[in-house]
């Protein structure tokens, strides 16, 4: 994975390269894993709740407060997993000409450890919706056409590269299910392949550790 990363913190705005050639999976990871491929597994199958799963347990993972899985929709973005919600305030959609939308519209991962003086956070938000205190969005990628983004707040530590790190072996899978949602109904055979090659290389990695 070679993509930019833009990071606020107490030395302002820095712009660095995301450089990663081998990805250990830790535990907790692989458990996240296995739990969507056990979901794709299902004759039943939602991708949308396997999503709503997923987010659940990333949030868990990095002891984040709310986040939202979402994909690209018109001028917008439209949340297909959000946790962490207030009744009666709408989020499904983000705009990606805002803050929350930056790292869908710029294709870097945009982390905030200071939201309230970050230059870059200058659009309110939905009234009622939680402070976010602290902030992460990653770009989804079907090769270099970006579908999507993940997204938490307010993490009980900073976000870094390490959460970075720590989130990189879901996001393969991920982008995968986010992709058969911005695609054209002609491409969805194609997807659930890529689902399922997905689902099968996380399989063989596990079987050989």
């Known amino acids: 994975m070679n993509r930019s990363v833009e990071i606020f913190d107490e030395r ?41 799963i997923t987010l659940s347990l990333v ?4 002891q984040s407060q709310f986040g939202n899985i979402a994909v690209r929709d018109d001028n917008c973005l439209m949340c297909l997993a959000f946790e962490g919600s207030v009744e009666g305030v709408s989020t499904e959609k983000i705009c990606t000409e805002s803050f929350f939308g930056h ?22 938000l939905p009234e009622g919706h939680p402070q976010v205190e602290k902030f992460i969005s ?12 993940i997204s938490l707040a307010n993490g009980s530590k900073s976000y870094s590269n390490d959460t970075i790190i ?8 991920i982008s995968s299910i986010v992709n ?14 890529e689902i399922g090659e997905a689902k ?9 550790e």
């Open 12 to 52: 302002g705005i820095q712009k660095l390269p995301m450089i990663v050639s081998v990805v250990e999976v830790e535990p907790e990871v692989g458990l996240i894993l296995r739990t969507i491929c056990q979901q794709l597994s299902r004759p039943d199958v939602n991708h949308k709740m396997i999503l709503r």
């Open 138 to 149: 990653i770009p989804l990628f079907d090769d270099e056409d970006c579908v999507g983004q």
């Open 59 to 62: 949030l868990e993972l990095t």
């Open 180 to 193: 058969n949602y911005a695609s054209p109904m002609d491409c969805k055979i194609n997807q659930a392949i």
């Open 166 to 173: 720590q989130l990189l072996p879901l996001l393969d899978i």
């Open 200 to 208: 099968d290389k996380f399989l063989a990695t596990m079987s050989h």
């Open 103 to 124: 790292s869908f519209s710029k294709k870097i991962i945009v982390i905030s450890n200071d939201v309230s003086n970050d230059p870059r956070a200058q659009h309110s």
